[in-house]
Nanobody, 121 residues
């Protein structure tokens, strides 16, 4: 099994910054994509940012110029640096990763439990 533990959420004023972290642990062969999704009240979960094992990155248009994503492969950890935060960024942020449990097997997607980010004055 794979566990994802997120940290770094909280309350921040508009224009402020937060850094989210997500560490993967457990027994697995390899990790491919790591990313972040978010879900605001009454809305569907949406992709925020994604980073491949090779470092390729994708961002939602709404965060492209404000958020950055990075990963530390030695620590199996992905980070989301969020700057110039807006009230509309308020949501529960979920980490996810595609893991190959054993060599030759298909990838399985795992999700963290989520961390609340609230942007408010």
């Amino acid at each position: 099994q794979v566990q994802l533990v997120e940290s770094g959420g909280g309350l921040v004023q508009p224009g402020g910054s937060l850094r989210l972290s997500c560490a993967a642990s457990g027994r697995f062969f390899s990790i491919n994509n790591m990313g972040w999704h978010r879900q605001a009240p009454g809305k569907e979960r949406e992709l925020v940012a994604l980073i491949s094992s090779g470092g390729s990155k994708n961002f939602a248009d709404s965060v492209k110029d404000r958020f950055t994503i990075s990963r530390d492969n030695a620590k199996n950890t992905v980070y989301l640096e969020m700057n110039s935060l807006k009230p509309e960024d308020t949501a529960v942020y979920y980490c996810n990763t595609d893991v190959r449990l054993r060599a030759g097997e298909l990838m399985t997607t795992y999700w963290g439990r989520g961390t609340q980010v609230t942007v408010s004055s």
